[in-house]
């Protein structure tokens, strides 16, 4: 399978093979979840799990096929009967994502890590989605993200459990993306999205408080990084500027902690220190405007 130079789907096309669908017939195996879901409706009281099964079934037919907007339908189908539907989640954020809605990609994609953190697929989608997001809108392209739901504990699952069979995604990994497992990694996910809930809305004390519970359960890159945009808000610039560094510690390359380190350096007077972050931001990714628009300002200061 062929992929653009930015590493995203150039097509609407899932990784692997759906099972018992021979390669090409995803039409006509399309055709048969349709009269199955047509028997099932006739029939009358049909259990909502079986009919979501066969919604997400035929999206995933759909979206080989490259109609993503059908495997869209379906699978917000399909998640409306049972909500947090892994399979479902993860199909529709992979149709987002070839029809380059890149927002509603990454809530899929988030969502389902809610879901079961031990997905791959979903984590590399995030990062797909966060690279694609970074440069369409720039370092705030949070700020124009929908909302992520809170999945409620009851449809996590927990990391001694395996993950739901997804296409893509049937091998935990070794270890947890950019981050350290901790006792409860689903509940700090969702300590961090409620942090991220109350950033957009403006409330940064209190974020600083979700991510810090988050932290205690799941030292996550991710959440450092958000907190540190948290403190440099509230101009606490020494806890920034130690939050990156630990960032730094999980993902020595990270941007965001890269960049937000050297503002808070930059507020704390210490420009050397500044201009190496974003140096070594520039090495990773050297047409970043901001980057570079901080880096002029670093050397006139």
Avoid at 4 to 28: I, T, W
Avoid at 133 to 153: C, F, S, Y
Avoid at 156 to 178: E, I, L, Y
């Amino acid at each position: 399978r062929r992929q653009r130079r930015d590493g995203l789907v150039p097509r609407c096309a899932a990784p692997g093979r759906q099972r018992g669908v021979p390669r090409g017939q995803y039409g006509p195996a399309a055709a048969l979840y349709s009269r199955a879901l047509a028997q099932l409706e006739s029939a009358g009281d049909a259990p909502a799990e079986e009919r979501s099964v066969l919604l997400a079934n035929r999206a995933a037919c759909h979206l080989k096929d490259g109609a993503c907007n059908l495997c869209v339908a379906d699978c917000t189908s399909a998640l409306e009967l049972v909500p947090f539907g892994i399979k479902a989640l993860l199909r529709r954020a992979a149709a987002y994502e070839a029809l380059e809605r890149y927002s509603l990609a990454y809530v899929d994609y988030k969502t389902a890590l809610q879901v079961d953190c031990s997905v791959q697929a979903a984590h590399d989608g995030v990062n797909r989605m966060t690279k694609a997001l970074l440069e369409k809108d720039g370092v705030n392209w949070r700020q124009k993200l929908p909302p992520i739901p809170t999945v409620p504990i009851s449809a996590q699952t927990r990391w001694s459990v395996p993950s739901a069979q997804a296409s893509g995604a049937n091998t935990p990994p070794a270890t947890a993306p950019r981050g350290e497992r901790g006792g409860n990694v689903p509940l700090a996910q969702t300590l961090k999205e409620e942090g991220n809930e109350l950033v957009k809305k403006g409330n940064h004390k209190k974020a600083v408080e979700k991510y810090s519970e988050s932290l205690k359960l799941n030292k996550e890159c991710a959440t450092y990084t958000n907190r540190a945009l948290c403190y440099l808000t509230l101009k606490q610039y020494k806890e920034a500027a130690q939050d990156c560094t630990e960032a730094l510690k999980l993902d020595p390359k990270n941007v965001k902690a890269l960049y937000r380190r050297a503002q808070a350096l930059k507020e704390l007077k210490d420009y050397k220190s500044s201009i190496a972050d974003i140096k070594s931001l520039l090495k990773t990714e050297p047409k970043n405007t901001a980057a570079l628009r901080l880096l002029q300002e670093l050397n006139r200061a």
